[in-house]
C-alpha cells in the first residue's frame, strides 16, 4: 500500500469519526464516555496522518 492510498484511508476514517462525533454530541441520549472515546481516537488518527505526511515529505 503506497503512503497516499494509507493517508487517504486514515483520511476518511477521521472523517467518520467526526460524524460520528457530531451525531453522538446531538443524541439525546449522549453518553460522555462514549464521546470522549471517539474525540481520543480522532486526535490519534489526526498525529498518525500528521506524522505521516511528515515521513513522507522527508522522503523525497
Not at 23 to 31: F, G, K, L, Q, V
Not at 34 to 57: T, V
Amino acid at each position: 500500500m503506497s503512503l497516499q492510498t494509507h493517508l487517504s484511508q486514515l483520511a476518511r476514517k477521521h472523517e467518520a469519526l467526526e460524524r460520528e462525533i457530531h451525531e453522538a454530541i446531538h443524541r439525546p441520549s449522549a453518553n460522555d464516555l462514549h464521546i470522549a472515546e471517539l474525540k481520543r481516537r480522532k486526535l490519534l488518527l489526526k498525529d498518525e496522518i500528521n506524522r505521516l505526511r511528515g515521513a513522507g515529505d522527508t522522503l523525497h
